[in-house]
């Protein structure tokens, strides 16, 4: 079998489809690696480092801002639609085309076609994103070779439907219990029932009124839900343990400590045995007045938008460098079978990342 | 192997033994229905019947009044508790002592010594109470030959503690569902939490005033409580499903339907969107009215008291006959591993049974 390569010289959309036509689902990203390392390595001004199916490529242009651009290299599993496909609309269709081939065939030509940018660039290729997080290719590089990671600000090339969406929320789950003494249920008055017990929790849950706080002129919303419940011994015994998971998505104004604080707040007397923290992962704040963060916004134009779920902008804001997501693709494609993105956004993407990385 | 036998001629603790040592778990009767249908048919006053692993017998000397005395083969599995064995203070230890070894051979004794009972007599020994209730051996012989099993009143030889209890509660089973809408829990306001809609109805629970009524001298205790409640679709999406298990235990003045109609008011402005029986097994009306049970309860002396939680008793009470439990054994020991009774309780309980057969 040819060993597969990339031609950065072709046009944001066929480079596109060269990288949608070297198959790269979430652990098996070698021959695509190899392709963006031997491509980059191709190109003379770029110091280009690798660690695993991770890529780095770095300029040392002594600006006095460094830009980090980024980028997964994985897909979700190939779902017959690979090759891909351009039709006569301009539309390219396969897996990867939206989420995020795409925005990386933008960060290639930038890296090809911007020998001398403004600020200094890092490109970061990574793998393993659509998997478990502890795979996450990004995380495993900022725990091993932070220094790669460094910058001012970094855009994410994920799909965003070519609008900007800026720092995240946070995400808190906790398992509330509650506890009570099991009977049987003939017998009822000789026990006390947990499941009743999580009413008044439940009740509070309902009536809670989540914050929409506006940081840095976008408006987040949170959000306080019981995600699971369970509780239950047999059809005839009272229960003595009722547990339900709750999930508190935060704004990105309220660090780890503030949003279980906020959360032990809610349930104070609502006669909850234990709350033990389940999963945690801090929000990022948009970091939009950045002056590297508002040249970008000048250049690409349009609002930002604030992003409600958590994705890797937030482990960028947890190296220190603020971050948005920006990218060709259309989210809501993203996964899907007709997974697709129009070629016309792929080439505006890259006019508007070279205005910003070119311009005065 | 010798074919185990038993010996009428015993006393009532001996006979015991004799039926503990002849193990008996359920599913495993036959040996034993052979040793009580061979025991019976030697006896020459009774019409001996036999269907499966259940043995009927009967007198025939039309009394005015029919009486049935009832229990059951099997036992729970045997644990390091077989054969038997009597201590120095009159104990007898073994698996099925209690439960309900010790009223079979109450049956027994009063079989091979009442030959002229002052009530005609049918004494039923049945298989798999133990287990679930499609195996149960009177269930069954209340399907195939409910001839066999008519009365006028019926005493139970399960472990009541030499007390008599009489009728039984009821017990419903439904399942309430709330739904809502799936959303991921990033964006909850596009969705709608079943988990929180269920707070209404836990609170009705948790607010719940259940009756005591006094039934024919009786003071019942209702229940109603969740057993079981689950929802959810993962970690971080907004679960559109919970649903809640709510058993209603009932005092024998309602009948199934009114204690469904009950549940359903109970629930009437919870936003419950379904609601599904589950298990339903009517009450049992103690009975204790009767001629026959007045009687009974002159001989056996004491006071009666409910039985809260479900027991063939109620299934004679379907099928037409008033019933009580009353057994030498001890509720408390039953399926234990120290199972045991006290040899004296089990000739008292003979002999006031004796008493109200014999006497005037």
Redesign the interface.
Same mark, same amino acid.
């Given at each position: 079998m040819q060993r597969p390569s990339l031609d950065l010289s072709l046009d944001a959309a066929a480079l596109t489809a060269q990288l949608v036509d070297i198959p790269s689902v979430s652990g098996s990203e070698e021959p695509l690696a190899d392709a963006v390392e031997e491509a980059l390595r191709g190109l003379g001004h770029l110091r280009v480092d690798r660690w695993g199916n991770n890529v780095v490529a770095r300029t040392a242009l002594g600006r006095a801002e460094r830009v980090v651009l980024a980028g997964h290299l994985d897909t979700v599993p190939i779902a017959d639609n690979v090759p891909s496909r351009l039709d006569e609309d301009g539309v390219l269709w396969g897996c990867g085309t939206s989420d995020m081939k795409s925005g990386v065939a933008v960060q290639l030509r930038i890296a090809a076609t911007v020998p001398e940018p403004n600020r200094d660039l890092t490109f970061v290729f990574y793998d393993n994103e659509e998997v478990e997080a502890d795979r996450n290719g990004l995380g495993r590089l900022a725990a091993t070779h932070p220094d790669w990671l460094t910058g001012d600000f970094a855009v994410v090339l994920e799909p965003s439907g070519g609008e900007v969406e800026g720092g995240c929320?946070g995400?808190l789950?906790v398992v509330l219990r509650t506890e009570g003494v099991r009977a049987?249920?003939?017998?009822?008055?000789m026990g006390a029932?947990a +499941?009743?017990?999580?009413?008044?929790l +439940?009740?509070r +849950?309902?009536a809670y009124e989540?914050r929409r706080p506006v940081i840095d002129g976008l408006e987040y919303?949170e #959000?306080l839900?019981?995600?699971? =419940?369970? #509780?239950?011994?047999? #059809?005839?015994? =009272?229960?003595d343990v009722?547990e =339900?998971?709750v999930?508190y998505?935060y704004a990105p104004d309220r660090d780890e400590a503030a949003a279980l604080a906020h959360v032990r707040e809610v349930f104070a007397d609502c006669g909850v045995a234990s709350l033990t923290v389940?999963?945690h992962s801090p929000g990022a704040l948009p970091g939009l007045s950045h002056p590297a963060a508002q040249a970008f916004m000048a250049a690409v134009g349009g609002e930002a938008r604030p992003k409600?779920?958590?994705t890797d902008v937030a482990r960028f804001s947890s190296l220190g460098v603020p971050a948005v997501n920006y990218g060709p693709g259309e989210p809501s494609l993203a996964h899907k079978r007709d997974e697709r993105v129009e070629t016309a956004r792929i080439h505006h993407c890259e006019e508007r990342l070279r205005a910003w990385l070119t311009g005065a």
């Open positions: 929320q995400t789950r049987h249920s003939a017998r009822s008055w029932n +499941l009743h017990a999580a009413a008044p +439940l009740a +849950l309902a989540p919303h #959000g839900n019981a995600v699971r =419940i369970s #509780g239950g011994v047999a #059809g005839n015994v =009272i229960p009722c =339900i998971a999930n998505r389940e999963d409600f779920g958590w």
